[in-house]
Structures are given as structure tokens and as C-alpha cells.
């Protein structure tokens, strides 16, 4: 989503900007700008579509300015345009913004705006913002002032990053419920919604924390709160080596991803579970052994950020875990499926009954959590809005927090005291696969966690469930090795405009995230269901021309979901499984099977879901689409 950068200092501000922009390219975006002060004059750069465009402007210009702001934004008010894109002018065309989130006043300021003789050029929320710091600056002459009183008037979740011609040696930023940091180097300062973006020129960094202006000069960062009161905060330093983002030799990023998934695996694994024979323990042991991997390790973020890494794990006492009665999870998309599995995780192993809702869903309704609950967000980048808002009403209600995240430096992790990390390293592609196996991971953790501080499976059971986990990673590198035979499974429905996939039990949410990776990387329509669900109604839809993949492992619900199969079967559907290598019955009924070799019904969703990740990626690529930034899709959704 949205993506906000700035820069100051010695250097020719748009090449830096641009690079800074290149680091966020990956959350998804529909047009790009930036604005820099060149000889004393404010001017503007924007175009929609990629990247591409805006360095194509900016390399007919050539612009040797050295302070700047840009932006990468996903379309919310108004159509991806070049008018529509950011930065943005107030009338006076001296003070420029950039802008993520959402102004959710911003009509009844447009229409105040409009009748004191404001024009506007945008249908955007972020154009008010402009003119309402211009017009507080005509009254104060003062821009620290002016963002004092503009924020006052805002309402809403949002970051800003402005500039103005007055003030050419400053950049403004303003954090109010978003993310922001601020890269500090010598004679250099940087501005960006994700430290990511700066970390390729410093590893010296301080983050706005809520309601919080900065005033960004080349000597470092000033930062007030709202109120006017300034406040002191200590920068933190970034592990100095930035991410590496390359494909390593894959074609896409997503097909690299769903090939780490068994390091990611391992990684995790490696830093909760020390050995089968030990607790699982989520205070992070910073050199794992026992099984620690063995392959080269991806760039963990667990060192991201020194201070944060020291924090987090979960530190709720043994009295404390033991007396939740109630668990509530909150997750969006692909973490809200995960969530669904690890709901079966925990209530199965530790008997305690967990409610699972979509994040958006909590809004205007009670939570049914208190102090003796613990509620749990699940977001792989940590920034979900939704999600935020959903662990905010939670801790309102007195329950406990926890996180888990692949992102230790995200807003999630700076508003819960208890976080699991996940090792994978970051993730490109707007499509989530190694985080959702993550995720899953981690909920197994959870699980057992739970389960032998709450004394609900003996050692015993603890020790065999951690060594059936601490196998899967091998299961995972056999089925990637079968990747050929996938893909031409796969191709034969790639001309389908409709495809059902259905399961029950631990894999009725394998069924919805396959549907889910389907649509949202090949466009093709595809839903998912409980398998017993069909007959209900989606049945209506089968004929010969709907494929149905059924996801079916050996277990206490295999015969009725081959059942239910049978019934799509009889409807003339072409029929596509998931099931284990050598099952006779699935290959007498099945038209294609997209085999994994055998596993327990409990971790079976750890394997499952992989040929359907692999199936969308191949129908994908082979239609020509966008794999790694699918139409409309953005990585970190950072609006409610
Ligand atoms: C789908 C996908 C999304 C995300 C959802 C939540 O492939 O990636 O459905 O899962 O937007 O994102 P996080 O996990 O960052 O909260």
C-alpha cells in the first residue's frame, strides 16, 4: 500500500528518493512522485503506473535538488491518475504532502475549504490536508505551528511527510495510528513509512511513536507531540546489512518464496523449539541449537532492530496462561485462514474454546474478551489497520495481547507486551506463502506451548508432536521436488473461469486460501467451501466446465469429504485432489491428483496448502499475468 519516503543532505535528492521508493515497491502501488526544492522552487514530479514512469520523468528533468519527498500510493480517493497521485500543492503551490492512510473528515474540510475560496486539483483526501497547513500557516507563519493546529482538524488513522519552499532546508513528517522513521546519517537524514527504505544508507534510525510531528533537518530529528511538547527519544540501530531483494535465479519472487517455505520452517522452529524432549519456549534463545539449520540462513529479521529484538516473546506468567478461559484471534485474508487452523490447534490440544474473526468484523461490535481471555492478532507485516484496531478494542476490554508477525519493527509489535516472530525473511510478493506456513507454524507452537503450561497433553504427546513438526520441513522439500509434475496438472485448468476447491476440518481453511491464492494471482473466480457445505447451495454452479479440487488426507473426515467429492463428481465437475501419495480410492475417483507424501491428519495443513500455492503460481505465470504484484493488491494494507 501506500508508501511515503523523503531525503536531505549532500546527495541529488530523486535518485535517492527513487531508490527509497524501489524498497517499498513491493507492498503494491498505482502511481508514484515525488517533490523536490530545486533553486529555491517547490516542483512536483508524478505519474501514474510503475516506477518506471516517474524515473523516465525524472531523468528527462534531471533535477540536482537535494531535499525531497515521494511517494508510491495505492489508490483510495480517486482513480489511479497522474492527478491523483502524490505530492500534493496547497493554492499557493509552496507546500507539498504526501500522505498514507485515510482523512475520514476530509469532505466536511473540503466543503469548509471550498467556501474560504480553496480550488482543488485531486478527488483526493490528502489534497485538504495541504491547504489546511497552508491556510494555518497564513496565521501563524510558522510550519511546526501550522501541522500543530492542521492536526487538529484531521481525523483519522494517517502519516504525512510535507515540505515547503519557505523552509527548504526541513522535511515535516506527522504519525498519528501509523509508521514512520526517520534514517539518520552523516550530514543526511532520511524519511520512510518503512525502515527498509533507509536502511540502505543508515542503520541509525528513530521511530515516531502516536501523535507524534518530527522536523527533519540534514543535523538529525526534532520531535513534538501534538500538543506542541517536545519530546526525546533515543535513536535505535537496524542491523546494518539491508535486505537483499533479488529473486535468486527464480523467475519470480513468489516461486523463491514458496521455495524457502522449508527454511522458513526450520528457522522458526529453530528459535522456539530447542528440542523435542524441551518445552517449546517463546523467549527467543539468540543461538539456537539442537536443530538449528543447517542450510544458509535467509535474512532473519530478528536482529532488525536491537532494542525491539531484546523485548519480545511472550512473558505472560504461568498463573496468567493458565487461568485464559477464552482465546480470541483477529487476522485479515491469508493470516485469517491460518488463524482458522489455529483455532483446531489450540482448541484440540488445550481445550480452551478460541473464537476466530476477520478483523474488519470487530468494528462496532463487543468483543466478547476480558482479563481472563488472551487475544491474539495474526498479521504477517504487522501494519494491518483492521487488525491493529481489532487488538486495540481487545486491550480496552482488559484481555491480554499477543502478536504474531513476521515483522518485529512493525506497529503490531509496538502495541502488544507478548509477540512471536516468524523467520522468513521479508516477503515480496504481494501473494502470501511462506508467511502463511509460518503463521500455521507458529500457531503449532502456540499450541503445544499452551498445552504443557496448562498440563492438558503429557511430556510424552509433547515430544511426539514436536517431532512430527520438527519433520515436516523434509515432507515440504519433496513436494517442491515434485514441481514439474505440478505444473502440468495445473496448466490443464488453466482456461477455467470458475474453480471450487472444498475440505473439511483442518482443511476447510486449505480450501478457502487455495481459492484465495487462485483468484487474487490469475484473476480466474474461485471460492471455497466446507465440503459438506456444497450440497447447501454452491452445487448449483457445478457442470463439466467447473473444476473442483478437493483437499482430502487420510483421517477422521477422509470418507466424508470423498463423499461430498462423489457429489460433485456426479454433477459432471473435473475433479482435482490434494491427497497423500499411493491413496488408491482418491486416484479411482479423481481425474488429477496433486500428491504429497503421507502425514499425520493434525499437520496436514502444513503440506496441503503448498501444491495449491504452486497450482496458482503456474496457471498465473502461464496466462501472463503479474505475479508478483497482482492487479488492485497492495502488500501491507494500511486502511480500514
Ligand atoms: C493474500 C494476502 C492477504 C494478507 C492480508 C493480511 O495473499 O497476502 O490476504 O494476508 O492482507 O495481511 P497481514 O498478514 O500483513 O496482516
Not at 58 to 72: F, L, Q
Not at 172 to 185: D, F, K, P, R, T
Not at 186 to 205: C, G, I, P, W
Not at 219 to 240: I, Q
Request: glycine letters at 6%.
Amino acid at each position: 500500500m501506500c508508501g511515503i519516503v523523503g531525503y536531505l543532505g549532500p546527495a541529488k535528492a530523486a535518485p535517492v528518493l527513487i531508490s527509497e521508493l524501489r524498497c517499498l515497491e513491493y507492498r503494491g502501488y498505482d502511481s508514484a512522485g515525488v517533490a523536490i526544492i530545486q533553486d529555491g522552487q517547490l516542483s512536483v514530479l508524478k505519474a501514474a503506473g510503475k516506477l518506471g514512469n516517474l524515473e523516465k520523468l525524472i531523468s528527462e528533468r534531471k533535477p540536482t535538488a537535494t531535499v525531497g519527498i515521494g511517494h508510491t500510493r495505492w489508490a483510495t480517493h480517486g482513480v489511479p491518475n497522474d492527478q491523483n497521485a502524490h505530492p500534493h500543492l496547497d493554492n499557493s503551490k509552496t507546500i507539498a504532502v504526501v500522505h498514507n492512510g485515510i482523512i475520514e473528515n476530509y469532505e466536511e474540510i473540503k466543503e469548509e475549504l471550498a467556501k474560504a475560496g480553496y480550488t482543488f486539483e485531486s478527488d483526493t483526501d490528502t489534497e485538504v490536508v495541504a491547504h489546511v497547513i497552508s491556510q494555518e500557516y497564513e496565521k501563524e507563519q510558522d510550519m511546526l505551528k501550522a501541522i500543530f493546529k492542521a492536526v487538529g482538524r484531521l481525523r483519522g488513522a494517517y502519516a504525512l511527510g510535507v515540505v515547503s519552499q519557505k523552509h527548504p532546508d526541513k522535511i515535516y513528517a506527522v504519525n498519528q495510528h501509523y509508521s514512520l522513521s526517520v534514517g539518520l546519517g552523516h550530514n543526511e537524514s532520511f524519511l520512510a513509512s518503512d525502515s527498509m527504505a533507509v536502511r540502505q544508507y543508515t542503520n541509525k534510525v528513530v521511530r515516531l511513536e502516536q501523535s507524534e510531528v518530527a522536523e527533519i533537518t540534514v543535523d538529525g530529528v526534532r520531535l513534538f507531540a501534538f500538543d506542541g511538547k517536545e519530546v526525546k527519544r533515543r535513536p535505535v540501530s537496524l542491523d546494518s546489512n539491508p535486505y537483499v531483494i533479488d529473486k535468486g535465479g527464480y523467475k519470480h519472487f513468489l516461486l523463491k518464496e514458496i521455495h524457502e517455505q522449508p527454511l522458513v520452517l526450520r528457522q522458526t522452529l529453530a528459535k522456539y523449539l530447542v528440542h523435542p524432549t524441551k518445552p517449546v519456549s517463546f523467549i527467543p534463545h539468540i543461538t539456537p541449537h539442537g536443530n538449528q539449520p543447517t542450510s544458509p540462513s535467509l535474512p532473519t529479521n530478528n536482529e532488525e532492530d536491537n532494542l525491539l529484538s531484546k523485548s519480545y516473546g511472550v512473558h505472560l506468567t504461568d498463573m496468567e496462561l493458565k487461568g485464559i478461559d477464552r482465546i480470541q484471534v483477529v487476522a485479515c485474508g491469508t493470516a485469517y485462514h491460518a488463524s482458522l487452523i489455529g483455532k483446531q490447534i489450540i482448541e484440540h490440544l488445550c481445550n480452551i474454546p478460541v473464537a476466530v474473526d476477520i478483523a474488519s468484523e470487530v468494528r462496532g461490535r463487543r468483543l466478547m474478551v476480558n482479563e481472563s481471555s488472551l487475544t491474539i492478532a495474526v498479521s504477517q507485516s504487522g501494519e494491518t489497520a483492521d487488525t491493529l484496531s481489532a487488538l486495540e478494542s481487545a486491550k480496552k476490554l482488559g484481555s491480554f495481547t499477543l502478536g504474531i508477525t513476521n515483522r518485529p519493527d512493525s506497529h503490531l509489535a509496538q502495541i502488544t507486551p507478548n509477540l512471536i516472530v516468524t523467520e522468513c525473511g521479508i516477503e515480496v510478493s504481494v501473494a502470501a506463502t511462506k508467511t502463511y506456513l509460518a503463521q500455521l507454524t507458529a500457531f503449532y507452537l502456540l499450541g503445544i506451548f499452551l498445552a504443557e503450561k496448562r498440563g492438558s497433553i503429557t511430556p510424552e504427546q509433547a515430544k511426539g508432536l514436536k517431532t512430527q513438526l520438527n519433520a515436516v520441513p523434509t515432507l515440504l522439500e519433496q513436494i517442491l521436488a515434485r514441481e514439474s509434475d505440478i505444473r502440468t496438472a495445473s496448466l490443464k485448468y488453466a482456461d477455467a473461469h470458475d474453480v471450487v476447491f472444498i475440505g473439511r476440518g483442518l482443511n476447510f481453511p486449505t480450501a478457502l486460501e487455495g481459492a484465495l491464492k487462485l483468484k487474487e494471482l490469475s484473476y480466474i473466480h474461485a471460492s471455497g467451501y466446507a465440503a459438506g457445505e456444497l450440497k447447501h447451495g454452491p452445487i448449483a454452479v457445478l457442470d463439466s466446465k467447473v473444476p473442483v479440487v478437493t483437499i482430502i488426507v487420510p483421517g477422521s473426515v477422509y470418507e466424508k469429504t470423498l463423499s461430498n467429492a462423489q457429489e460433485a463428481r456426479a454433477r459432471n465437475a473435473q475433479m482435482i485432489a490434494v491427497a497423500v501419495e499411493g491413496d488408491e480410492l482418491v486416484a479411482k475417483h479423481f481425474d488429477t491428483v496433486l500428491s504429497i507424501p503421507p502425514v499425520d491428519e493434525f499437520f496436514s495443513p502444513l503440506l496441503t496448502v503448498v501444491p495449491l500455492q504452486l497450482m496458482s503460481y503456474f496457471i498465473a505465470d502461464y496466462l501472463g499475468k503479474d505475479v508478483d504484484q497482482p492487479r488492485n493488491l497492495a502488500k501491507s494494507v494500511t486502511v480500514e
